[in-house]
């Protein structure tokens, strides 16, 4: 039982353009979500986040779109640098009133390459 | 370094035997976080400890596995007698605060059962 997805397991494109990477989620408890990025033999790395309350959280070229009636998200990278080639993971947590907000669930992420 | 370190990076046992995987919070975290990362999977929680108390265990294998955070020394997850499908990534994690969703990542170690 898959409660966080990211379905597209890779993804290309050019250095400048825009990356987009999808995440869908199940669990309507969910109320915090949280994009990390992860480079080989590193752990995953904090990117950004947003919460429920909100719909879009913007820091530098990384921006997450919250749908909370589609129980989607979004992450934009704009413009695309070789640098971001990494895995990137969407996390959520279910806070609130006797939530674990410490206990992520993560999906199984995407590799984005970015090409020079 | 000031971020979380794990030993070892890399960790070989023969089935039958035992794991000790090491986990040391950054300098001032005293909330640690086990996930384990199975072949092509996410990461799955697995623990949530603080200095001398484990706090949340529900992802943890109901047998064989065990996790500590003594109030001094490192974090050790243990597992006992381990099988192939034990091979994975463990990755821990530390926060300054409580049941917060902050949470900085080791470079995990990786577990290959033979």
């Known amino acids: 039982d898959q409660q966080v997805k990211q379905n597209s397991p890779s993804l290309s494109v050019q250095e400048g353009r825009i990356s987009i990477l999808n995440c869908d989620y199940t669990?309507?408890?969910?109320?915090?979500f949280l994009w990390y990025k992860k480079y080989p033999a590193e752990g995953p790395t904090f990117l950004i986040s947003?919460?429920?309350?909100?719909d879009k959280n913007e820091d530098g070229r990384f921006t997450v779109f919250l749908n909370k009636s589609a129980k989607h998200l979004s992450l934009h990278i704009v413009p695309s640098q070789p640098g971001d080639s990494a895995v990137y993971f969407c996390?959520?947590?279910?806070?609130?009133?006797?939530?674990?907000?410490?206990?992520?669930?993560f999906g199984k992420g995407t590799l984005l390459t970015v090409n020079p | 370094n000031a971020g979380v370190m794990q030993n070892p990076r890399h960790l070989v046992r023969r089935r039958g035997q035992e794991a000790r995987l090491r986990c040391s919070p950054m300098?001032?975290?005293?909330?640690v976080y086990w996930y384990r990362q199975l072949p092509e999977e996410g990461l799955k929680f697995m623990v949530y400890?603080?200095?001398?108390?484990?706090?949340?265990e529900s992802g943890m294998p109901k047998e064989r596995f065990s996790a500590e955070f003594p109030k001094e020394g490192p974090s050790i997850l243990r597992i006992q007698q381990v099988v192939r499908g034990d091979s994975a990534a463990y990755f821990c994690?530390?926060?300054?605060?409580?049941?917060?969703?902050?949470?900085?990542f080791g470079p995990g170690t990786r577990l290959t059962v033979t």
């Open positions: 994690a530390s926060s300054p605060r409580d049941y917060s969703y902050e949470q900085y």
């Open positions: 669990n309507s408890m969910f109320d915090y």
């Open positions: 947003i919460s429920s309350i909100k």
């Open positions: 996390a959520a947590s279910a806070g609130g009133s006797g939530g674990s907000n410490y206990k992520l669930t």
């Open positions: 300098k001032g975290h005293s909330h």
């Open positions: 400890l603080q200095k001398e108390n484990i706090i949340d």
